[in-house]
């Protein structure tokens, strides 16, 4: 049987067996139904490419589901303080993420950190804290390879953020990185992070420069541990102060669909196994009605005209999914201001409860988007800026209702 959205199946369940792509293989995939959409451009995305679906259903059409062949990562992103936190510390966060039903924690592998002292020199003791305690809980390392030390930075940069001035030289910290935690049981690696920002890579993004980086970290890598997945460095989402997306963004940072579509052009697909994203849409909830509003940073993973999915379908021989390494909602705006959060600190702790239950909920539904890692588990203690308070819990330690929300949401597409 042949469903409105490209499903066919018998027997009532209609199960979809994941595939390695998140892009389209076949155009009858795709809805385009004007009178539906009117004049935004969207389309109706039920699987992101890969072997053929086999679905069935049981004959009682409003009892449709698809299910999923594996099961959604769910995980807590870190900053990079976490290495550095004492025992005890250490111990109790890690002891929450277990608690929140999480399997995977996303922590900065600073380069700039391990090879301070020079090309020759390693400091790996606060990461090696971080993957046993972790693993001791059955908690697997997503490290995030970033940051150049001062002297592999181009002449004239003072800020580690900058690509670093020969990619061969990071490829040399990346295989001392999987030589040394593969044996460990770490096989997942990402690749910088935010690279289509000037913040994140200085003076300016360069998706030349990067492809290189990633081409020569994916190949050291891959040269000395066969079972690596190598994540491509999660693309932050551009948007207007409303969180509705923006497709195209003021020079230097670059748009992530743009960034993207470069970078795929440039052969960035044949050495990467997923697609790093961070569809952060505060104050919107991910999700609703597309026929009511403009589309926000989740609907370009996979519901825009042109997304994630659109352009990973023939992007390289690995055919990338999607694995968002970053999302989350503050609850304050900081001493600073935030003017895109409203209503008392009850309706905005009230706010990011929802979003979070709602985001597990759309990741597990969907076929492109492989891993969710939500930002973070406890305020900063920082009161300055909004990024003080992306906490599940706040700084006091005190759980706030998004805590109970991403537990609850977890627990749920597991039952």
Known sequence: MQGLLGLSGQNGVWTVPRGKSCGLR???????RSSLVMSYLFVSVVSCGGPARHQAHT?????????RAAPLGVGIAFTGQLPHMDTGKLARRLDDVAALGARWIRVDLSWAEVQRGGANTFEWANFDRVVTQAHSRNIEVLPVLAYSPAWARPSGCGDDKCGPANAADFGRFAAAAAQRY??????????????????????KPSVVDYVKLVRDASVAIRAVDGMAHIVAGGLAATRRRDG????????????PLEFLQEACE?????????????PYTFPLVPGGSLLRRAPNSWDLIEKTRVSFSSILRDCGSRSPDVWLTEFGAPTEGGANGGGMLRGTVSEREGLQAEIASSAVKLANGSQCIGALFWYTDADSGDTGTQEGFFGLRRADGSAKPGYAALRDGVRAIRS
């Open 26 to 32: 076949d155009s009858a995939m795709q809805v385009a």
């Open 59 to 67: 004959g009682h059409q409003s009892e449709r589901r698809v299910v």
């Open 182 to 203: 593969s044996s460990l049981g770490v096989h997942y690696w990402e690749i910088w992070n935010e690279q289509n920002l000037a913040r994140f890579w200085a003076p």
């Open 244 to 255: 509705v997306a923006v497709l195209h963004t003021a020079p230097p940072n670059v748009a």
């Open 266 to 278: 440039n052969g960035i697909g044949d050495y990467v196994d997923s697609v790093g994203y961070h």
